[in-house]
């Protein structure tokens, strides 16, 4: 796979079809690493195996790769949902990042976003069976042992925001949790501010998550802050018929209303 | 550092009462930045005022809170006492403690002290607040009225009459509107082309009315006093300004079996055609889709046969640009088409015909000169039934609303038949009479009674030939649903009014907004009848909902008030509690990340999208901007905004930060 | 036996145009209702932001109360459309961590239910009432050298 993906990428490459690409390469201790390709040589560092299982897309809209010219990616099928988000928030434009995925073992490239949502529609979008397993569980618990639950994760965090830098969607170049005018989540990572950022991410992310789980892999406490956002994509998908990720040119859950949507919570 | 003054009413003794005033004025006086605090009797009457004044003066207070009535009283009050000791206004704010305190709570010391609170939070939001100016939005005085039926027609001669410049835009090649096809009109019976012609000329010669026939909006800009609209005008093939309006072209034209829209089809005219006699303008236009130059390249005997050279084949659609500070809706409706009724046989059978159809066998301008005489073979029928509610109350036909207008006009055509008709009789199948209206009971009732028109509650099932006559199958739900049928020779539909075809298609260039049936919405269905969402854009006539001459006309002089009020004035002042995207210097430019999630909030599509360019022209950035000539400050879109890049003046994020902090914590 | 003696402290989040009149008029009316409730004024339940909901349970509020124009009612014809979505989806994200959304009483009051919004408010208190202090916040374990971190001055 890895060799097919190589000689595609140095094609594109040498033809001037792109002038970066961001694919897996090998990094320390077996992990995997993003890399960014600029020469048909520096293709052969290039990887794809059965671990290369992350999305790039939260580097699509980093200054320092959009400067490098028109950009190529290895994309998952979470990085084309990104994608596909992304441009519904005109991030990104139609045939403007070339996006390479695995169709069948077959090597696809498309920079076309129809293209893309059509592979995507025939793609199962599911959470992972024991990610469900994990929300079911939480949400069968009391409100008080739910309380308890979190609280013991938020009391882990360290505020390095890793979560962030990792999440495709979380590309706001001046984030809200920077803003002092008013301080609306405190600096210092401690219980309660901890909690406020968390909760405030995953309200900025609800409607918009595209459940590629970057957050949770990424967080060096191992707090499963994937499964805030994941717990919304059920309500949001019933309730407004809304799923993040899916059409270049979706509405977003919160941008629009029903007049009948529900409201048996409101007296 | 703020210098804050908090000044304490009484009320007399409506806050006073309950409310120990001495005392938070006393406490308030040892806030953070609270330089100065009082209290007083009335705070809001002359004496009072001049405390505030002098107190402004005297302590150089730059923020005021008045602890008194609630500020959607007496807001505007002290923020004009502020503004006229110097201070912006917009520093002047309002903690309500009597109805939402002294009134609510009984004489306690808990009362006092939810007061001091009250008093303590909005301090804290007034250090907060940021001096705003009035927004001034300078007015261009023209209106655009859309549309040339009697709403339309009303409205314009009413603003042009207020002496201001108005420019009728209409699609047909008159104006006159559906009421130009109408026979006579109830309750009065009273002729519609006599009480309608002499106020299309009026526009027509009127100096202050500009008119576009055949025209069509293409596009809107801008905001309330600043739009820049443009104008399709289709060509008619003609040099309006040579055509003498002669008719010769209309008489020589060979193509003269084309259906008449204005007769609904029951007479025909030419291809180069005036729609009616009467119309305004008098001047013919060539209908290119059945000319035989347009579509065989030969013929071109209208050029031939005018006297003055006229005619010009080769004439295009032009587009004229024109600002306008209003637009006036009155675009009218639509009746159901033919296939609707497939049980009802419309289009199957010729004598089944609709309601304007029969206006016009009724007009003695008609196509049978005003003798009601059938489609089919020009026989005057001695049995005619009439159904009301086809198509209107049908849920099942995706029309649940009333049409409101067609029992009146039911009865009137029954009336007119038999006025007519003296030995027929006339049937309505109906399932309620709608009569509410001046004069408008007694009117059915003449037509029951005095003209002997046999009414049937109940729904007609079917409609369907036997041996030359229509037979209608219907029930009479006052005899026990018995089922009955009439041999009629011929049928006619008060099909339901319906918004236009093009109805969406026009509220979205106009960005105002239209309900489930395309009807465009009003902005407040009871206090604001003739308003849209949008700011500056009024709406009058059936474009609403199907409505009635004498109530299209008196939406139409509402609207045209609207308007007349807003060019009262060279500049509009509106409040500056406007929404506003950050701006900053480069490189970002803005915190807005350009996601423009915010943009299909806004209830009246203010946000804008900015590109900001470098020298060489490149776009760097897209971001959104508000416009606040649209803005209304309900801030929705702050609340939406992830990066908190728009925020609202007036209700600021740091101002609401402030008010919760402070409440709670002390 | 305690909760008795306890007065929770709960914050409304209101509309001007019609649950702040329509409190106003209960002021006007001269209907009762306790004094523990404090009205913030929105221009549009659609301004009203999540993230102060949050705040407010921060500071100690008992309970919140969150108030706006019926559906179709609205001044701004969509704000409380707009906002309806938010309090579905931010009423979920809350429930699922752990947080006690029986304390978020959401209503619709207009400008002529002045009798409704005194109820709205009492049976609110009554709830909060029963439910006691929101202790789970109060025993949030925040340094003390953080203690006083925010930002009005």
């Known amino acids: 796979m890895s060799d097919i993906l190589i000689n595609k990428v140095k094609q594109l490459l040498s033809d001037k079809a792109i002038d970066i690409f961001i694919g897996h390469g090998e990094g320390t201790g077996g992990r995997i690493r993003p ?66 995925y695995w169709d069948n073992n077959e090597l696809k490239s498309s920079a076309d976003f129809k293209e893309i949502e ?28 739910r309380w308890d639950f979190w609280q013991k994760e938020y009391e882990k965090c360290i505020k390095c925001y890793a979560c962030r830098s990792a999440c495709p969607m979380c590309y706001c170049h001046h984030c809200a949790a920077e803003g ?88 | 550092m703020a210098r804050v003054g908090v000044f304490v009413c009484h009320c007399g003794e409506n806050i006073s009462a309950t409310v120990d005033c001495e005392k938070v004025a006393k406490e308030s006086g040892d806030l953070n930045s609270v330089v100065f605090s009082t209290d007083y009797k009335y705070m809001c009457s002359d004496p009072g005022q001049t405390l505030i004044k002098e107190a402004i003066k005297e302590h150089k207070l730059d923020r005021v809170v008045v602890a008194a009535c609630s500020p959607r009283m007496h807001e505007p009050t002290f923020r004009k006492a502020c503004s006229e000791a110097g201070m912006n206004p917009y ?127 293409e596009s809107v800009d801008g905001f309330i006093g600043n739009f820049k609209v443009k104008i399709r005008r289709k060509s008619k093939s003609l040099d309006e300004n040579l055509c003498t309006g002669c008719g010769l072209c209309t008489t020589k034209c060979p193509k003269k079996k084309i259906p008449n829209e204005f007769e609904r089809g029951l007479g025909n005219r030419t291809a180069i055609y005036v729609p009616f006699p009467q119309a305004v303008p008098n001047k013919p236009v060539i209908d290119r889709e059945n000319c035989n130059y347009y579509q065989k390249g030969t013929c071109k005997v209208c050029e ?21 500070g209003a637009l006036v809706v009155c675009t009218g409706f639509d009746v159901l088409k033919p296939n609707f009724f497939p049980e009802y046989g419309y289009g199957k059978y010729k004598d089944v015909i609709d309601g304007l159809q029969f206006e016009r066998l009724a007009s003695a301008s008609g196509p049978t000169k005003g003798e009601i005489r059938r489609p089919s073979d020009g026989e005057i029928p001695k049995k005619i039934v009439f159904i009301a509610c086809a198509g209107s109350r049908d849920p099942a036909k995706g029309i649940e609303y009333c049409s409101k207008i067609c029992c009146m006009y039911t009865a009137k055509h029954a009336m007119l038949y038999k006025h007519k008709v003296h030995d027929g009789t006339p049937y309505v199948f109906y399932m309620d009479i709608r009569a509410g209206g001046k004069m408008y009971e007694e ?70 907004s239209y309900d489930a049936y395309k009807f465009f919405a009003e902005a407040h269905p009871k206090l604001k009848p003739v308003e849209t969402n949008t700011a500056g854009i009024f709406l009058a006539g059936a474009c609403q909902a199907p409505k009635d001459i004498p109530e299209s006309v008196a939406a139409a002089s509402g609207a045209a008030v609207k308007v007349a009020a807003l060019f009262s004035n060279s500049e509009l002042t509106r409040e500056p509690v406007v929404a506003e995207v950050n701006r900053q210097a480069p490189p970002v430019f803005s915190t807005c990340t350009g996601c423009f999630l915010c943009e299909k909030v806004c209830p009246y599509q203010a946000i804008e999208r900015e590109e900001i360019k470098d020298r060489n022209g490149n776009v760097i950035k897209t971001l959104a901007r508000i416009n606040k000539g649209l803005c209304q400050g309900c801030g929705t879109c702050v609340a939406l905004c992830r990066v908190k890049a728009i925020d609202l003046h007036g209700f600021s994020n740091q101002q609401m930060y402030s008010e919760v902090m402070a409440l709670l914590n002390f | 036996m305690e909760n008795q003696e306890f007065e929770p402290k709960i914050v ?92 978020i009483q959401f209503s619709w009051v207009s400008a002529a239910e002045g009798f409704k919004w005194a109820d ?34």
């Open chain 1, 35 to 100: 890399i960014f390709v600029r020469t048909p040589e520096d293709a052969e560092q290039l990887i794809f195996n059965e671990n290369c299982k992350q999305s790039w897309a939260n580097y699509l809209l980093k200054p320092e790769v959009k400067a490098a010219g028109k950009i190529g990616m290895m994309a998952t099928k979470h990085a084309l949902r990104a994608m596909m988000q992304l441009a519904s928030e005109f991030q990104i434009k139609d045939n403007e990042v070339l996006a390479l």
């Open chain 2, 304 to 324: 031939k046969v005018c006297p003055v050279q006229a005619i010009r084949f080769d004439q295009e659609d032009q587009i004229i640009e024109v600002e306008a």
């Open chain 2, 443 to 512: 009117f059915v009732r003449r037509a029951i009674v005095e003209d002997d028109t046999k009414y049937i509650r109940g729904r007609v099932s079917t409609v369907f030939e036997r041996n030359g006559k229509l037979i209608v199958r219907g029930a009479d739900t006052l005899m026990g649903a018995q089922p009955v049928e009439i041999e009629a020779d011929m049928v006619v539909l008060a099909s339901a009014g319906v918004s236009n075809p093009d109805s969406e298609e026009l509220a979205q260039r106009l960005h105002v």
């Open chain 1, 180 to 267: 002092n005018q008013p301080q609306w989540i405190p600096v210092a990572s401690h219980q309660l501010g901890n909690m406020d950022w968390h909760l405030m991410r995953a309200m900025h992310l609800s409607g918009r998550c595209i459940n590629c789980g970057a957050c949770a892999k990424v967080c060096p406490m191992h707090i499963p802050l994937n499964l805030l956002t994941y717990n919304l994509i059920t309500p949001i998908q019933q309730e407004f018929g809304a799923i993040a990720g899916m059409k270049h040119d979706a509405t977003y859950a919160l941008s629009t209303f029903k007049t009948e949507d529900k409201e048996n919570f409101i007296l």
């Open chain 2, 91 to 217: 520093l002047c704010e309002m903690a309500n403690i009597r109805e939402h305190c002294s009134w609510v709570h009984p004489k306690s010391e808990e009362t006092t002290a939810k007061a001091g609170d009250l008093v303590r939070t909005i301090v804290e939001k007034v250090k907060k607040n940021k001096p705003l100016q009035a927004i001034k939005v300078p007015i261009t005085k023209t209106a655009i009225v859309i549309g040339g039926g009697v709403a339309g027609i009303q409205s314009a001669l009413d603003i042009a009459n207020c002496g201001h410049k108005v420019i009728m835009v209409e699609k047909q090649p008159s104006i006159g509107g559906h009421m130009s096809q109408l026979s006579e009109t109830f309750p009065t019976l009273d002729c519609s082309q006599c009480i309608l012609t002499p106020r299309m000329v009026e526009v027509a010669q009127h100096p202050n009315i500009t008119l576009y026939t055949y025209a069509e909006i």
């Open chain 1, 118 to 145: 059509a592979y995507l529609a025939s793609q199962n979008h599911d959470i992972l069976p024991h990610e469900q397993e994990m929300i079911d569980k939480l949400n069968a618990m009391t409100t008080q042992e």
């Open chain 3, 120 to 153: 709205v408010v009492n049976n609110t208190i009554e709830k909060v009432r029963a439910l006691g202090p929101y202790e789970n916040y109060k025993k949030i374990n925040v340094p003390t050298l953080f203690a006083k971190e925010d930002n009005n001055e």
């Open chain 3, 12 to 103: 409304a989040f209101v509309c001007n145009w019609c649950t702040y009149a329509g409190a106003d008029l209960t002021g006007t009316s001269r209907i009762k209702y306790g004094a523990n409730v404090k009205i913030i004024r929105f221009p549009c339940t659609g301004r009203i932001d999540f993230m102060l909901l949050m705040k407010a349970f921060e500071n100690g509020a008992d309970g919140i109360i969150i108030s706006g124009c019926h559906p179709n009612d609205c001044h701004y014809s969509t704000g409380n459309f707009h906002a309806r979505r938010r309090w579905v989806v931010f009423r979920n994200l809350l429930n699922f961590s752990g947080i006690d959304t029986e304390r």
